[in-house]
């Protein structure tokens, strides 16, 4: 796929934190419409529909594919988001939902079930601002953030970004037991959504793909796990296991609406807050960085290492 001479947009007419962590597992669903670059048609009545428009998987954040979905158009971004009318300098993961998000939907030829989970994450999330308001990654322009698994790059038949990635809580990939990478290690670019994939430095250079970073255009895949298993060693302790745990037992909470603890039983999302001020919650954007994991020297005696795993007394 390589820019053609002009952009436009194809169109025709017409759950606890221990009960639930188990009912968030999957990453991806995938099924797509790959699309070739077209000439720009004008579109200006509202019985027309955008054609060529990729299909969101399952968990995908509205975000990446808002960047897929520009790049099938030919278009900008900018012009993009200004057509669907989704302000720039919003944070559309979370601002994009309910009426506005039926008339994409509508636009686009999606089906009203489209973007379902990230749509009831959001809206948990809203319903518990501030609380909530620090569980999304952004960088400091307030731009959506992701990290990613290696190996779910990798094994993905159509890429995309997961909307949990987002999550500064899901520091973890359950599937393949290892820590999310935060950003490319060729070269140190974070993963910001929506992007303008044809005005990135990879772009330029004709890497259209959204498994690569957009700065160097290296394989996100290619990067080798920060994997928590060495041997029959473990990298992490047992408090921060549970921690990771917890991270993805939050997903499931704001999915489900609440959580169940063995204290205090059922709760709604306000007592989130309580869990993140005991510590149980995945805390800060560099908690148990990748970088300070690979460094980490694995205790070398076997008393050292019961100490490390074993639960604590209190």
Request: hydrophobic share 35%; glycine share 8%.
């Amino acid at each position: 796929m390589t820019p053609g001479p002009s952009r436009g947009f194809f169109t025709k007419s017409c759950s606890g934190l221990a009960a639930h962590s188990a009912d968030w597992g999957g990453t991806r669903a995938d099924s797509s419409h790959c699309s070739d670059r077209g000439h720009a048609i004008a579109m200006t009545s509202s019985s027309q529909r955008l054609a060529n428009v990729p299909c969101p998987q399952l968990f995908e954040a509205t975000s990446c594919w808002l960047t897929r979905l520009a790049l099938s158009q030919g278009a900008d971004l900018a012009e993009l988001l200004r057509f669907l009318k989704i302000p720039g300098n919003t944070d559309v993961d979370r601002a994009l939902l309910g009426p506005h998000l039926g008339d994409v939907k509508r636009v686009c030829g999606l089906p009203s079930s489209a973007f379902q989970v990230q749509e009831r994450l959001m809206h948990s999330l809203n319903s518990i601002s501030p609380i909530g308001d620090k569980f999304l990654l952004t960088d400091r322009l307030r731009r959506p953030k992701f990290r990613y698994c290696p190996v779910c790059i990798k094994s993905m038949r159509v890429p995309h970004f997961p909307i949990h990635w987002r999550f500064g809580a899901w520091r973890w990939c359950p599937e393949h037991d290892c820590l999310l990478e935060s950003n490319c290690r060729s070269c140190g670019r974070p993963i910001i959504f929506p992007t303008d994939i044809f005005s990135s430095k990879a772009g330029m250079q004709g890497c259209l793909l959204i498994n690569h970073c957009l700065g160097c255009g290296a394989r996100l895949s290619g990067e080798k796990p920060c994997y928590l298993q060495i041997g029959n060693l473990r990298r992490v302790s047992w408090y921060e296991e549970m921690v990771l745990a917890n991270g993805r037992a939050l997903l499931s909470a704001l999915y489900h609406g609440y959580f169940f603890t063995s204290a205090t039983g059922i709760e709604d999302l306000n007592g989130l807050k309580r869990i993140e001020t005991y510590g149980l919650l995945p805390s800060g954007e560099h908690w148990m960085s990748v970088e300070n994991v690979r460094n980490r020297i694995i205790p070398d005696s076997a008393e050292t290492r019961v100490r490390w795993r074993s639960k604590p007394d209190y």
